[in-house]
């Protein structure tokens, strides 16, 4: 049963990943390319040789990520790697298919801030889908990595930062300090969209419950909404009274039916909801 449903997590992730890779090479053909923007790591490569030397997007993402992915298999884990190899080449397969999608939306030139905003929150959603499911796009996040396991301290988001702005300095001098501007402005915007798409999706409710009925609330958590629960031992310091303080970490829907459920039990019960931004273990994102 186990090896069931680890199966359909998989087909789930893979299909995830490739629609946010679809949604993100979107934003970049029908907005960023068209109005000759940047992206940032290898999409932003990619864009550059497609402005100079008509090669495709696609295709230059392909051929950056294949050496990285063989040094990713030699040296990096083969979950970290399988994920990888299937983001890449969604990635550059969902840009070479909306590539013909690039005129779909004409603007004039003083439209390039739409341009931007719009390939950005395209690219923020994307990249967050993919994101969310483990996934990586390959590029920069495998050097990352690489960087990350043998110079743990290294700032591995200052080197992020300054590809970037490598890229982005190269795309001024080809397009000009306009173009380079309205990239900057886009990138900030999808690094916008991508944080809120990961808090967003990954928050859950952790709720402690102070209640005289712990048995038939543990009962509920555990069989009707199939969530773990933990019995915590508390005290009163003003009654000294110890009782059980019950721990649990849920959805946000789940905490809507969990709060009604626990006021049906127990009218009286007393109960304190915290944001988790991030859980990981048995249940929720694997560790």
């Known amino acids: 049963m186990n090896t069931y449903y680890k199966f359909k997590a998989n087909i789930l992730d893979t299909l995830l990943i ?110 967050g889908l993919v994101f969310l499911r483990n996934g990586s796009t390959g590029g920069t996040d495998i050097i990352t990595m690489l960087i990350r396991r043998k110079y743990s301290n290294f700032n591995i988001g200052g080197l992020g930062f300054s590809l970037n702005l490598i890229i982005i300095a190269i795309g001024a001098y080809i397009s000009g300090i306009p173009s380079a501007l309205y990239t900057l402005i886009s990138l900030f915007i999808q690094s916008i969209v991508l944080d809120k798409m990961l808090k967003g999706f990954s928050s859950k409710k952790l709720l402690l419950i102070l209640t005289v009925k712990e048995e038939e609330i543990i009962n509920y958590v555990i069989k009707d909404l199939n969530r773990g629960i933990t019995s915590l031992f508390a005290e009163g310091e003003y009654t000294h009274d110890r009782k059980k303080m019950l721990y649990c970490i849920v959805t946000s829907r789940q905490m809507i039916e969990l709060k009604t459920a626990i006021h049906d039990i127990d009218p009286a019960a007393f109960i304190t909801i915290v944001d988790a931004s991030e859980v990981r273990g048995k249940g929720f994102i694997n560790i």
Not at 85 to 101: A, D, E, V
Not at 106 to 115: M, P, Q
């Open 18 to 127: 490739f629609l946010g890779c679809m949604i993100s090479s979107l934003g970049v053909n029908i907005f960023l390319s068209h109005a000759r923007l940047l992206s940032g790591g290898a999409t932003g490569i990619g864009l550059l040789l497609e402005y100079t030397m008509g090669m495709p997007v696609g295709v230059v993402v392909l051929l950056l990520n294949i050496p990285l992915l063989i040094i990713s298999y030699r040296k990096l884990s083969k979950a970290f790697s399988i994920y990888t190899t299937i983001g890449m080449l969604s990635l550059s397969i969902s840009l070479i298919i909306t590539k013909p999608l690039s005129n779909l939306v004409a603007l004039n030139n003083l439209d390039l801030l739409l341009y931007c905003i719009y390939g950005g929150v395209l690219c923020g959603i994307g990249y």
